[in-house]
């Protein structure tokens, strides 16, 4: 099992930058994929990035393509997600989530229902 704590939200003007972090405890980090989600009030949680093991593989919804990064630093049991040129719309509570499994297909892995273990999320607000 393992424990997520996601850190790093706030306010932030539209265009400007934050970087969450995901700290995890527990057992067997580095063997988790990792993903993270937003749900803004009142929408689904959606799908914004997801990372294999590793770190040498990421991918991401279209919406913040070219925009977000996601990293993980295994030796600090820790996954970060880099998010540049802000727009009001990326306002929204993110989670990260670990993944027991390492592949899915394109769908399952952009599916919360997927993934094993969540944090409590951090509030990002971008205004406008």
């Known amino acids: 099992q393992v424990q997520l704590v996601e850190s790093g939200g706030g306010l932030v003007q539209a265009g400007g930058s934050l970087r969450l972090s995901c700290a995890a405890s527990?057992?067997?980090?580095?063997?988790?994929?990792m993903g993270w989600f937003r749900q803004a009030p009142g929408k689904e949680r959606e799908f914004v990035a997801r990372?294999?093991?590793?770190?040498?593989?990421?991918y991401y919804a279209n919406s913040v393509n070219g925009r977000f990064t996601i990293s993980r630093a295994n030796a600090k049991n820790t996954v970060y997600l880099q998010m540049n040129s802000l727009k009001p719309e990326d306002t929204a509570i993110y989670y990260c989530?670990?993944?027991?499994?390492?592949?899915?297909?394109?769908?399952?892995?952009?599916?919360?229902?997927?993934?094993?273990?969540w944090g409590q999320g951090t509030q990002v607000t971008v205004s406008s």
């Open positions: 989530a670990a993944d027991r499994q390492s592949y899915r297909g394109s769908y399952s892995s952009r599916s919360s229902t997927s993934y094993d273990y």
């Open positions: 990372i294999n093991s590793s770190g040498g593989s990421s």
């Open positions: 527990g057992r067997s980090f580095s063997s988790y994929t």
